[in-house]
């Protein structure tokens, strides 16, 4: 199957190969040792110093971990959101108890940081959540310049990096970043089943005075036991497992050369789905290199393609979340990926398009 869906992502047989094996005691120097080589490796990829926790659990508790350790009920705070995931990040704040403010944007914008600085001129933010990546629209924000503007406050930056970190450029310490979150199943050529969240100076300090209840998540409680090679409760081991081998794969190819593939792989799709004549949901200057968000063409039924995509061609797209189902699809291209598994499910679709009424142009044989 060529799974071309923004996670979970392929995962390399090397890797699933390493996930393959006994199970080790969790409290002994096997998994100490283990825990110190993955919380090192990631701390490169997010180009932080600060620590670094890794959770067992999906991307959502990186943010719930995010928003339970820094703020206190009734905090006032700024949600950028682009998309479900934004909103996904604003509830949870809601649900603990912060006062959220949102600023939205339409599906396939990106957020304007001149925007978000008008906004935290109004009110005195305790913190911003930001997406830096929103898959369900696949646009990427300019989370340099916005967290530049949230720096000249003193509200805390907390950023939903799951589908970003190690595969686009973020510099999390340069920044200014608070807490970033990922999740191994996105960038990281691993399954699912972990989630990373790295902890500021400043998100600390935030830490030590917030009041949002807290327990499985607590950072206060990671930190205690990561110092003794720990995780607080039993880690979800087989997936360490394989993000070790994942670690020292992409640690081999090199932070930049895999932002240059993600670079590379993300133009090759959006420059094949033009050539099919289809329209993509985002601007050029906004858009993803983990995920394409494509327009369905006018008549043309999700349901349809995606049964003859992955039933005659193996090729497993994703449909759209929200008000975007059935009116748009996506391509994942994030994490284990080359050119060739785009061009296979450029294939699928020159071959699937025509027949569910989507006229191909003239000249699109020529390319993809
Ligand atoms: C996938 C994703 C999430 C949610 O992750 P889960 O692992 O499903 O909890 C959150 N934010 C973004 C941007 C994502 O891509």
């Known amino acids: 199957?060529?799974?071309?869906?923004?996670?979970?992502?392929?995962?390399?047989?090397?890797?699933?190969?390493?996930?393959?094996?006994?199970?080790?005691?969790?409290?002994?120097?096997?998994?100490?040792?283990?825990?110190?080589?993955?919380?090192?490796?990631?701390?490169?990829?997010?180009?932080?110093?600060?620590?670094?926790?890794?959770?067992?659990?999906?991307?959502?508790?990186?943010?719930?971990?995010?928003?339970?350790?820094?703020?206190?009920?009734?905090?006032?705070?700024?949600?950028?959101?682009?998309?479900?995931?934004?909103?996904?990040?604003?509830e949870i704040a809601q649900v603990y108890g912060a006062a959220v403010d949102r600023l939205n944007y339409a599906d396939g914008e990106a957020a304007d940081p001149e925007e978000v600085r008008r906004k935290l001129a109004e009110r005195r933010y305790k913190a911003v959540l930001v997406t830096h990546n929103e898959t369900s629209t696949g646009v990427t924000n300019d989370l340099e310049a916005i967290a530049s503007v949230v720096r000249e406050t003193d509200a805390l930056l907390l950023v939903d990096g799951v589908s970003s970190v190690g595969s686009i450029r973020l510099q999390t310490d340069a920044w200014g970043c608070d807490v970033v979150a990922s999740a191994s199943q996105k960038g990281?050529?691993?399954?699912?089943?972990?989630?990373?969240?790295?902890?500021?100076?400043?998100?600390?300090?935030?830490?030590?005075?917030?009041?949002?209840?807290?327990?499985?998540?607590?950072?206060?409680?990671?930190?205690?036991?990561?110092?003794?090679?720990?995780?607080?409760?039993?880690?979800?081991?087989?997936?360490?497992?394989?993000?070790?081998?994942?670690?020292?794969q992409l640690g081999r190819e090199g932070l930049d050369a895999v932002l240059a593939r993600h670079t590379r792989v993300a133009d090759h799709t959006r420059a094949g789905v033009r050539a099919l004549g289809l329209r993509l949901l985002a601007d050029e200057r906004v858009a993803s290199n983990t995920v394409t968000a494509v327009r369905l063409p006018e008549g043309v039924d999700w349901g349809r393609l995606d049964r003859l995509a992955r039933e005659r061609h193996g090729v497993v797209l994703a449909g759209a979340q929200g008000a975007l189902a059935g009116k748009v699809f996506r391509i994942g291209h994030l994490g284990f990926v080359d050119e060739r598994d785009i061009d296979g499910a450029l294939a699928a679709l020159r071959e699937i398009l025509p027949e569910l009424g989507h006229q191909l142009p003239a000249a699109s044989g020529a390319r993809g």
């Open 188 to 248: 990281w050529m691993t399954p699912p089943g972990l989630a990373f969240v790295s902890v500021s100076q400043r998100a600390w300090v935030a830490h030590a005075r917030a009041r949002m209840p807290r327990y499985y998540f607590d950072f206060t409680m990671a930190k205690k036991y990561l110092e003794r090679g720990q995780t607080p409760t039993t880690p979800a081991l087989p997936v360490f497992f394989a993000l070790a081998e994942a670690l020292r």
């Open 1 to 90: 199957m060529n799974l071309r869906i923004p996670g979970p992502t392929p995962v390399p047989p090397s890797i699933l190969e390493a996930m393959a094996r006994e199970m080790i005691n969790h409290r002994g120097p096997e998994f100490a040792a283990l825990l110190r080589e993955i919380t090192d490796g990631l701390k490169r990829f997010f180009r932080t110093d600060n620590d670094l926790f890794v959770l067992t659990a999906s991307g959502t508790g990186g943010l719930e971990a995010a928003v339970a350790n820094t703020l206190s009920p009734g905090d006032p705070v700024l949600a950028i959101s682009i998309g479900f995931f934004g909103e996904r990040f604003a």
